[in-house]
């Protein structure tokens, strides 16, 4: 069952999802810096904990081991934690305690691009995401659309197809600031 958050909107962190390579670790920094507000990114916090990059884990301690790891340190920043700006890895919110978590006590933007877009990115993500690793574009191609039923439950998103990270990041502050004034004005 999921709890209503008693956590005030304007201070809830705002948790960045979508598929791998969309952008969350890069316009999830440049967000933080618009709000005067901590980044953090999952992957690295994971990294730095198990001292070892990504790649690593999966292969010397298994994708199982990561997912564990990975789901409880979301759950943790989710329930004591707040004001933050957090990019997740692409994968982590297939798990439905995360998913939970995430929706109960933060605001959860989706970052969207279209297929078509996202191939590009492929070259520059391939080797430091072990799940592209030895991968068909097809089998990627079904990955990415059989992620997007999970990706579908947020509050907000942001198509990204023809933004550079810093228009995506200005969309995304703007939106943010809307929906406080909105529901939580400050005269309140
Ligand atoms: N809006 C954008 N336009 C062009 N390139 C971008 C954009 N956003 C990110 N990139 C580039 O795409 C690559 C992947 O970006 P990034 O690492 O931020 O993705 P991610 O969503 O955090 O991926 P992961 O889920 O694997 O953590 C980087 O090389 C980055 O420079
Ligand atoms: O989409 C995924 O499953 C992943 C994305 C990356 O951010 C990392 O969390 C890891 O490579 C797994
Ligand atoms: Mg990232």
């Not at 934690?81 to 439905?96: D, F, H, M, N, P």
């Not at 997007?148 to 197809?161: I, P």
Request: aromatic share 10%; proline share 4%; charged share 30%.
């Amino acid at each position: 069952m999921k709890e209503h958050s008693e956590i005030p909107l304007r201070e809830r962190n705002i948790v960045l999802i979508g598929f791998m390579g969309v952008g969350k670790t890069t316009i999830g920094q440049l967000v933080a810096k618009k709000l005067y507000r901590d980044f953090i990114d999952v992957d690295q916090e994971i990294e730095n904990r198990c001292n070892m990059p990504i790649p690593m884990i999966f292969e010397q301690m298994g994708e199982d081991y990561f997912r564990k790891v990975e789901r409880e340190l979301i759950v943790d920043l989710c329930t004591n934690t707040r004001l933050k700006i957090i990019s997740l890895g692409g994968g982590a919110y297939l798990q439905e305690e995360v998913r939970n978590a995430c929706l109960s006590h933060c605001i959860v933007f989706f970052l969207d691009l279209s297929w078509e877009y996202w191939k590009d990115r492929l070259p520059l993500i391939v080797n430091s995401r072990p799940l592209l690793k030895n991968k068909t574009l097809e089998e990627v191609e079904q990955l990415f659309f059989k992620r997007r039923e999970a990706y579908s439950l947020h509050n907000s998103r942001v198509l990204t197809n023809e933004l550079d990270p810093e228009t995506a990041a200005e969309q995304i502050v703007e939106s943010i600031k809307l929906t406080w004034d909105l529901y939580q004005p400050h005269d309140k």
